[in-house]
């Protein structure tokens, strides 16, 4: 079991940036690779960013792809998301979630455990 919470969230002017954390609990971090959602209203909830067990490999939605950088700190059990050049699109609730299986995955079903959210705003 682990248990995982968002911060950081907020509101930003387009343009700006953002640097949301998760803080793992519970069982190590390291065990599972992690990635981060999002979920606007009336939508589903889409893929962000994945980066693997020890931080080696990393994947990207490609409509954050060069604005978007996720990374962790295993000693510390924290995984975070920089977000650059926030633009109105990039408004949601974040979640943050750990995977058990070292295979990619974009499907929300196929992550283990999540955070309640922290939500982002960007305004024009």
């Known amino acids: 079991q682990v248990q995982l919470v968002e911060s950081g969230g907020g509101l930003v002017q387009a343009g700006g940036s953002l640097r949301l954390s998760c803080a793992a609990s519970?069982?190590?971090?390291?065990?599972?690779?992690m990635g981060w959602f999002r979920q606007a209203p009336g939508k589903e909830r889409e893929f962000v960013a994945r980066?693997?067990?020890?931080?080696?490999?990393?994947y990207y939605a490609d409509s954050v792809k060069g604005r978007f950088t996720i990374s962790r700190d295993n000693p510390k059990n924290t995984m975070y998301l920089q977000m650059n050049n926030l633009k109105p699109e990039d408004t949601a609730v974040y979640y943050c979630?750990?995977?058990?299986?070292?295979?990619?995955?974009?499907?929300?079903?196929?992550?283990?455990?999540w955070g309640q959210g922290t939500q982002v705003t960007v305004s024009s």
């Open positions: 979630a750990a995977d058990r299986e070292t295979f990619f995955t974009t499907i929300p079903q196929s992550y283990d455990y």
């Open positions: 519970g069982r190590t971090s390291s065990s599972y690779a």
């Open positions: 980066i693997s067990r020890s931080g080696d490999k990393t």
